[in-house]
Structures are given as C-alpha cells and as structure tokens.
C-alpha cells in the first residue's frame, strides 16, 4: 500500500495533502462509530523529503511521547499533558516525511487487551461496532482497518500490536525487543515493551520498521542493526523453511471448552498450515510442558504488574499531569492517582506492589523470572531446529464489547512469549470465522526479523488477504 | 562495667564527573536552581537511563582504592518510594551486585594504623535538594541525578576519633583520585552514622541506632560523642529498652540526636533489577586500565617521603595532608628542589600563611617555579635568608616575579668584597676609640660594629662576609 502511494504522489495523480486531508476528513467521521482517535490533527501537513513514507498519513498511539502535540496514553492522569519532546520513534518517521494525522486510543497506558479501557471510551471494531477490536494498540489497528491511515504506530508488551491486528484482519509486527528505541513511550513493562507496526501487508511492515528502527543513545536496550534491511529481505524464496507449531495449543481436544468459533478458528489454521506445506515449508507439531504454558499468563501479569506499578509511580500531577487536590503533597498525589486511573490499573498496582514486597519476592517475582528463563530456553532451543513457530493469532475472532471474555484468555496469552524471550512475531490476517477476521501468528528467533517477515510475505500471498481493510462501517 | 562503643558508617559522596549519573544534564554546584535539568531527571513519561560511563568509572576506582571485589557485570536496582526529591518515585541504586564489595584499608588514628572493613560500595543517583519553610518548600533538581557514590563500612570502628580519622582518609583518596570535589561545605558528603554499645567482652553487638545525614565531620564527631552520652545513661540507668533500633537525625542548633522514626516500621523499599538498564559486563582489562590511573594515596606518599627523603613523620603527614599541598612538594622536587629545603619551606613558611588566610595552596601566586628562584637567589647569595623571607610574603602579597621584586625594593645584598672592605675600613677609621676597647678585650664592641655597617648598607650586606672581613680589620 505505501509502495503504491508512494508511487501515486511521485506520478502527481494525487496529491500529499489531498492524501492527509482525506484521512482527517475520513478520521473525524470515523469518531462517532469507531472512536478510534484521541485526538486529530486537524492542520497535519506534508514536510518535504525523499522517503517512501514521505507525505502519507499515519497515525500513532496516544502513549508515544509526540512534540506539541497532546500525548495521554488514554489515561486521565496524563489528560492535558503535552510533551516538549518526541519520541526517537516520532522523530524518525517525522524525518521520513511522514504526516502525524493523529493519535490513536489504547487500553490505559497499554494495560488491557480489548480496547475498552480507554480514558475516552470503548474502541470498536471497524468490521462490526458490536465487537472489540482488541488491545491495546486498539485505535491504531481500528484506524488501519478501517482505511484511514495506511498504517499506525503501536507497543506491544504481551500482544498489544498482534492481538488487535488480528481481530481487525490487518498485519501488526512487533520487531525483535530493542531493535526500535524505547525512548519517549510511557513505560508499561520496560522489559517487555516494543515499538512496532500496525499495517495491512508485510511489505508495509518492513519499510515502517526500516526506517524507525536502529541503536539510540537514549534508549541503552536498543542495538544496532544497520546490516538488517528488511524491505530487500522479502524474496518470498521460503522453500524448505521449518515452522512449529505447539500441539497443546492447536489440538481440539486439548480444550474443555469446545465453542464454535474455537473450532472454526482452529480448522481454519489447519488450513493455513497446508498452505504452507503448498509453499514448501516444512511444518511439524511440538509437543509443550503444559505446565509451562499454564504458567504463561501468571508469569506474564507478575512481571507486568511489578514493573507497571514502579514505572507509572512517575504519574503523581505534581511535575506534569493535571493536580490533584490536597493540603500537603502526598494528599495531591493520591488525590490525582485514585481520580487518574482506572480500576483495572489500580488492581495491577495492587498485585505489583504485593509481589515486590521483600517477603514476597521469591516466590512471586524470582519464580516468574524462573518460568520466563525456562520457556525461552526451550524457545531458543526449537529455534536452532525451526526458522519460527506458527500459531493462531488468537483461538477466536473479536468478541461482543458486551460479552463475556473470560474464556478468551487463553491462546491470547500464549503471544507474550514473543516478550519473554524479545523475539520478533507478526501476525497476519488468514481468514473469517463468523464474519470476523482472523489471523495468524508467527515468532521466531531474536534478531531473525528479515527471516520472520520473508516467511510472512510468503503466506500472505498465498492467503489473499493483503491489504484489506473494513467495508461497510462508514 | 566498661561499655565500648561499635561504629558503623555509611558515606554519601557526590563524584565530579561532568554530567549526571543517568542524564546528560550537567553536574556542576552553585548553579541558578532548576537550571541544570532535562526531562529524564523530571522522569516525564518514556524518558530512560542512560549510564554515565565516567560515573562507573570513577566508582570503581574508588572501590579499587579500598580493595573491594569488582563484580563481573555492572546491574542497577531500583529503590521505589514516594517522596518529592525523587520524580520518578523510586531512585536508582545498586543492591543486587554493588560496584565494590569487601573492602578493607587502613587509617592513621593517633600514629597507629588501624583496619577498616567495608561492606560494600554502590553508585546511586542523588536526589533534588528540599528547603523547607514554615507553610512550604522548595525543590531544586539540579541535584537530583547527581552520581553519588555511597561507601558502607562493617561495625568495625570503635571511637569517635578513627571514625572521622576514616572520613577524612576516604575525603583525601576522593582528592588524590580526583573522584570527587568531597567538599562539605557544598553538601557534597553526607554521612549516615550507626552507634551501638556493648559491654567490653560482649560477642554480640548492642541495639543500633542510626543518624542520619550528618553533613560535616564534625558533626559525626558530635553525633558519635551525643549518642554514647545517651546510651550510656539509659544503660546505667537500667534502662536498655529504651534503647531501640530506629533512625534519629542530628540538630546542629541543640547538639542533640533526635527521633525520627522507629525501625519497626521500616520502609520495604521493594527493591529490584531495573530492566531499562541491561546488565553490563565489566571488562577485567578495564578494570585494570583504571587502576593503572590511580596516583600513590597519601599513606604510601607519606612512607615515601619519610624513606627516601629522610623527613621526619611530623613532616611527611603534614605534606600529605591534603592532595593539594603534596602534589605542590612533588613539582618542587621535579624542579630539582632539595627535599627537605622544600619541605622546610612549604610545612612551615606556606602552610602557616594559607592557614592564616583560610586558602588553597593552588591559590597562592607563588608557585613551586617562583620558589625555586627564592631559594636559588638565597643558595648563590644574591639575597640573605632574613631577606628571602621577605621576599617570599612580597611575592605572596604583590604577586610579582622574584626577580622584579629584588630590583624594585633593592633587596640585593652587597657580597663584593672590595665594597664592603671600603665601607668597613670608613667605619673602623671613624671609630679609633671603640677599637681600642675592642682590643683592650671589651669583645662585645664588635657587635655594635657589624650594626654600625647593617645601617650603612641598610641590611643588605652579606653577614658572613662582613664578618670575616671585620675580624681581619680588628686584629
């Protein structure tokens, strides 16, 4: 798609700013039904440069620190806040050209995986407005599908880039961790937390991370990777590639709960894995500790609520951030905290603080150390045999915003094992179950992102979903 | 029943590198308040740290200069709390793996060496500085990200005396490594002072009590005497439960210790690895680069002076005292200076002036070079030792060359021997009287000749000389 635009303002049959002015036009009535945005920016316009992105709309996730331009992380104690600086992330798609048309909603700072927890209310999904989208990068997948903006920046910590890109049938790539710089996105779980990309083809994918990723001298946990080009890494040469996928995540009968679309879903990966085999990829079923799946999701709200809780006790309204209300400073604090933030976070906080108590520490927060340390070895180890692992991105389509979500979480767990052991994993959409979207998911190993996405580019022809977006929400 | 006193302290120091330990704010004092701040010491949203290689650097030089155990990779830790002097709400600190661990070094105490063990040494960030007033305070953050640099010793120190004798010893190696300013009066050290008593033959240590943030040497002094004071008492007094562990604070206006809170209800600072920072191997070559830079600290500068320079142990520890003052001995001796002329001159003629004046020795304008010149003038005579002396306070207080100050105040001194025969021979022939009581054995007479001939050359005529030659007039 950006090639193709690209393409279109080189030849003058359209212009940048009638591109940036049909995406504001498009976002601003999108709002209503979609409320996808945070805010629009109503006079974005084109800086001049040679770029592939040079003069495309994108839009960004409200928790990247954006110069000038109000950042909230959809969370009522960041509600006025307006950054004097942007994010290393910002300041390189700005460099390439790229037009900021707006910022999109999230689960509050990142936390939550449907897009219900925004400061300014629930993202809908562009296929149906009855379903959520997922999250968190929730208003960025909603307003790729949707057609807005060709492609938007977004986080992902346990699946919040992959998890969305699939319930809106869209691609979403989390690169390696640290291959894109961290510096000036509002810290959910340091070390997790990844820039990446939300887009409708592979190719789209590559040329964002390309020109976003790279060693920052603000950010010591990103590395160099000048030798990577991942846009001249799509070949679609994946003959005698190796994918596994987990048994106990993909067999029917490994679940007590049979729903329809859980079967559908999984019938529809079965079909995916032969598509494969039909590109000459060698596919094969690996069988995983159940216990250590089991342990995905505890580890993963251990490790998340720990770190969440000691990187948002920055959020205090005294420096930056609305005031609270009070006599003395620790009044002001709680005040704008309990007012700030939603019940959801404040449970995490409430787990966070409790598994870094001294007493509690061993058994919680060094046993999730221990279970992260024993599920990425064994990663590591498939990986010297694999070139990734195939998964269904999530083991059913978006449900209701209305709905009971509780049996969902479980295959969308199994995601942050692309964060426990750093490695790049991209979802792709691969076909509908009920009318909704669906995608599939693959991770491998770290630093092996031009392979990952080389393998993607490959299935994603040979499914025929490339850029897709939502009809009929308008 | 003798009561002996266990010390253990902890030093704060801040380190003088040239921006902050996470932060590229600068690291500079005294500087317009607030002014000295980036949006990583404020801890807005999405800013990291990024660690100050000289900060690391320099911590473990000092951790070298204690003989502490480096560990293989560097990990910082956070320390969360609430509290305004910290923006992000948890400092950033050391506790999984300190910078340096069991240390030991020897202090002079009262011309004895004695040892002192350390538990551990850790780099930290330091925090902004409050001032409080009657219905608010004020904040500056310029200090907030400071490195800071804390040195924790075992329960090993067993007077008031080794504990500031170890203060100062560690100020110095600060000094000599060029590590830190350590200056006080800048509120550059601060010092967490743990006191207990115990009954002499006792293997178990008394109830601890800690004060906190004592910012001057002598207030450790005065805090350590207060504490034993107290202690002592409540013992005596059959009181020992009322000694508890908790942390009090010395207030210089009553000279007293005061509660601040219980350590039953110790914080749980909830310390753990801080992921933003990855752990970094600390490369053995460059540790050994690093303590390849440390100059000889003062104990080993002091044995040398008094071995290969024969000066007295009064001498070699006044030179050694500051970095200052013996860094000034040694470039006289690498001007070819005689050791002990330059110590004479510098332990009692400069030393008493810049302690007179309460000023550095790098401040004064007489530098080893221009005291060379006094001492060559007075060693080939040009200048009598009465009158190298005035030279010296006229360099000092003019802040002229030597040279310039000779011509201008004509200090030279007559050494030629046909002039001072002539004016010698005008003075005998003037006073025929007083030589013939000279000659009748009135021997005294001939101090009122070598006056007669100072006043003739108003000073300046070489002592030795006129002498020599007086007696050969007066045969």
């Given at each position: 798609m950006i090639k193709k635009l690209n393409n279109k303002i080189k030849n003058k049959e359209i212009s940048s700013d009638d591109l940036v002015k049909e995406a504001i036009t498009k976002a601003e009535k999108s709002q209503k039904k979609l409320n996808a945005f945070v805010t629009i920016i109503k006079d974005a316009k084109e800086v001049k440069s040679n770029n592939l992105l040079s003069g495309i709309p994108v839009a960004i996730k409200d928790n990247f620190s954006t110069k000038d331009i109000l950042s909230t992380g959809s969370s009522n104690t960041l509600k006025d806040y307006i950054p004097y600086f942007d994010a290393t992330a910002i300041k390189k798609i700005k460099a390439a050209g790229a037009v900021i048309i707006g910022k999109t909603a999230l689960d509050e700072l990142g936390m939550g995986g449907t897009g219900l927890m925004a400061a300014t209310g629930p993202v809908k999904n562009p296929w149906n407005i009855n379903k959520i989208t997922g999250g968190s990068s929730s208003g960025s997948a909603a307003a790729v599908a949707a057609g807005i903006v060709p492609y938007a920046l977004g986080t992902d910590t346990g699946d919040s880039i992959?998890?969305?890109?699939?319930?809106?049938?869209?691609?979403?790539?989390?690169?390696?961790?640290?291959?894109?710089?961290?510096?000036?996105?509002?810290?959910?779980?340091?070390?997790?937390?990844?820039?990446?990309?939300?887009?409708?083809?592979?190719?789209?994918?590559?040329?964002?991370?390309?020109?976003?990723?790279?060693?920052?001298?603000?950010?010591?946990?990103?590395?160099?990777?000048?030798?990577?080009?991942?846009?001249?890494?799509?070949?679609?040469?994946?003959?005698n590639k190796k994918l596994f996928y987990i048994k106990e995540i993909c067999d029917i009968n490994n679940y007590e709960e049979k729903t329809n679309e859980l079967i559908k879903t999984l019938e529809e990966f079965n079909k995916t894995i032969e598509k494969c085999q039909e590109l000459g990829i060698k596919v094969e079923e690996v069988s995983f500790d159940q216990k250590l799946l089991d342990s995905i999701y505890p580890t993963y709200l251990t490790i998340t609520s720990a770190e969440a809780t000691s990187n948002m006790s920055n959020l205090t309204g005294i420096i930056f951030g609305p005031r609270g209300k009070g006599n003395t400073i620790d009044e002001m604090m709680k005040d704008h905290r309990t007012r700030g933030f939603s019940s959801l976070i404040k449970r995490r906080f409430v787990i966070g603080s409790y598994v870094l108590q001294k007493e509690n520490q061993e058994r919680y927060l060094f046993a999730s150390a221990k279970i992260r340390h024993l599920i990425v070895n064994k990663m590591?180890?498939?990986?010297?045999?694999?070139?990734?692992?195939?998964?269904?991105?999530?083991?059913?389509?978006?449900?209701?915003?209305?709905?009971?979500?509780?049996?969902?979480?479980?295959?969308?767990?199994?995601?942050?094992?692309?964060?426990?052991?750093?490695?790049?994993?991209?979802?792709?959409?691969?076909?509908?179950v009920n009318d909704m979207p669906i995608g599939i998911n693959i991770t491998g190993k770290?630093?092996?992102?031009?392979?990952?996405?080389?393998?993607?580019?490959?299935?994603?022809?040979?499914?025929?979903?490339?850029?897709?977006?939502?009809k009929g929400w308008e | 029943m003798a009561l002996k006193v266990v010390i253990g302290l902890e030093m704060h120091c801040e380190l003088n590198t040239k921006t902050k330990v996470f932060s590229k704010s600068l690291n500079n004092y005294n500087d317009i308040p607030n002014s000295l701040v980036t949006a990583i010491d404020l801890a807005f949203p999405g800013t990291l740290p990024i660690v100050n290689k000289e900060a690391v650097k320099k911590a473990i030089k000092m951790a070298l200069c204690l003989n502490c155990k480096i560990?293989?990779?560097?990990?910082?830790?956070?320390?969360?709390?609430?509290?305004?002097?910290?923006?992000?709400?948890?400092?950033?600190?050391?506790?999984t793996k300190p910078i340096g661990l069991n240390g030991k070094?020897?202090?002079?105490?009262?011309?004895?060496?004695?040892?002192?063990?350390i538990h551990d040494i850790h780099l930290e960030e330091d925090t902004a500085s409050l001032d409080?007033?009657?219905?608010?305070?004020?904040?500056?953050?310029?200090?907030?990200?400071?490195?800071?640099?804390?040195?924790?010793?075992?329960?090993?120190?067993?007077?008031?005396?080794?504990?500031?004798?170890?203060?100062?010893?560690?100020?110095?190696?600060?000094?000599?490594?060029?590590?830190?300013?350590?200056?006080?009066?800048?509120?550059?050290?601060?010092?967490?002072v743990n006191v207990s008593l115990k009954e002499e033959n006792a293997t178990e240590?008394?109830?601890?009590?800690?004060?906190?943030?004592?910012?001057?040497?002598?207030?450790?002094?005065?805090?350590?005497?207060?504490?034993?004071?107290?202690?002592?008492?409540?013992?005596?007094?059959?009181?020992?439960?009322?000694?508890?562990?908790?942390?009090?604070?010395?207030?210089?206006?009553?000279?007293?210790?005061?509660?601040?809170?219980?350590?039953?209800?110790?914080?749980?600072?909830?310390?753990?690895v801080d992921p933003n920072i990855p752990k970094i191997k600390i490369e053995k070559e460059w540790i050994e680069e690093i303590k390849s830079e440390i100059p000889l600290l003062p104990l080993e500068r002091k044995t040398k002076y008094i071995e290969d320079y024969n000066l007295s142990s009064y001498d070699a520890g006044v030179l050694v005292k500051t970095k200052e003052v013996s860094d000034y001995f040694e470039e006289c001796l690498e001007l070819g200076m005689n050791p002990k002329e330059a110590s004479n001159w510098i332990t009692s003629q400069i030393m008493g002036y810049i302690n007179k004046y309460d000023i550095e020795i790098t401040d004064i304008f007489l530098t080893p070079k221009r005291l060379l010149k006094i001492i060559n003038f007075l060693n080939n005579n040009t200048i009598s030792s009465k009158q190298a002396k005035e030279l010296f306070f006229l360099v000092l207080e003019e802040k002229e060359e030597p040279e310039v100050l000779i011509k201008k105040y004509g200090i030279e001194q007559i050494v030629d021997n046909e002039e001072l025969l002539a004016i010698i021979q005008n003075i005998v022939d003037n006073n025929q009287s007083q030589i013939e009581e000279y000659k009748a054995g009135k021997t005294k007479v001939f101090d009122y000749f070598i006056g007669m001939i100072m006043k003739e050359t108003k000073g300046k005529a070489n002592p030795v000389k006129v002498k020599e030659i007086l007696l050969s007039k007066l045969k």
């Open positions: 992959r998890i969305p890109a699939a319930h809106c049938g869209i691609v979403g790539y989390k690169p390696t961790y640290g291959m894109v710089s961290r510096f000036g996105v509002f810290a959910f779980a340091s070390s997790l937390d990844t820039v990446g990309v939300l887009c409708t083809s592979v190719e789209d994918a590559a040329i964002v991370i390309d020109q976003i990723k790279g060693k920052d001298e603000y950010d010591m946990t990103s590395w160099n990777s000048e030798n990577i080009n991942l846009l001249a890494s799509l070949d679609g040469n994946v003959k590591n180890e498939l990986f010297n045999e694999f070139d990734g692992l195939i998964l269904p991105a999530s083991s059913e389509p978006a449900s209701n915003i209305n709905g009971d979500r509780s049996a969902h979480l479980r295959t969308e767990q199994y995601l942050a094992i692309g964060n426990f052991g750093g490695y790049p994993s991209i979802t792709i959409p691969s076909g509908f770290i630093k092996d992102d031009a392979n990952i996405l080389n393998i993607a580019y490959a299935l994603e022809k040979k499914l025929g979903y490339k850029n897709q977006t939502a | 560990p293989e990779e560097l990990i910082f830790d956070r320390k969360n709390y609430y509290y305004p002097d910290v923006p992000k709400n948890y400092q950033i600190t050391q506790n070094i020897n202090v002079e105490v009262n011309n004895e060496l004695v040892p002192i063990t409080h007033y009657f219905d608010y305070s004020l904040i500056d953050y310029n200090r907030s990200g400071v490195p800071l640099l804390e040195i924790v010793t075992d329960p090993c120190i067993y007077s008031p005396e080794a504990a500031v004798a170890f203060l100062e010893h560690l100020r110095n190696i600060y000094k000599y490594t060029d590590c830190s300013e350590a200056d006080t009066k800048k509120g550059q050290i601060r010092c967490d240590l008394g109830t601890k009590v800690e004060v906190k943030n004592v910012n001057s040497f002598s207030n450790v002094y005065a805090a350590i005497l207060y504490e034993i004071k107290r202690q002592t008492e409540l013992i005596e007094a059959g009181k020992n439960n009322e000694i508890i562990q908790e942390t009090r604070r010395w207030d210089e206006e009553s000279g007293a210790t005061i509660r601040m809170r219980e350590k039953v209800e110790s914080i749980d600072y909830k310390y753990y």
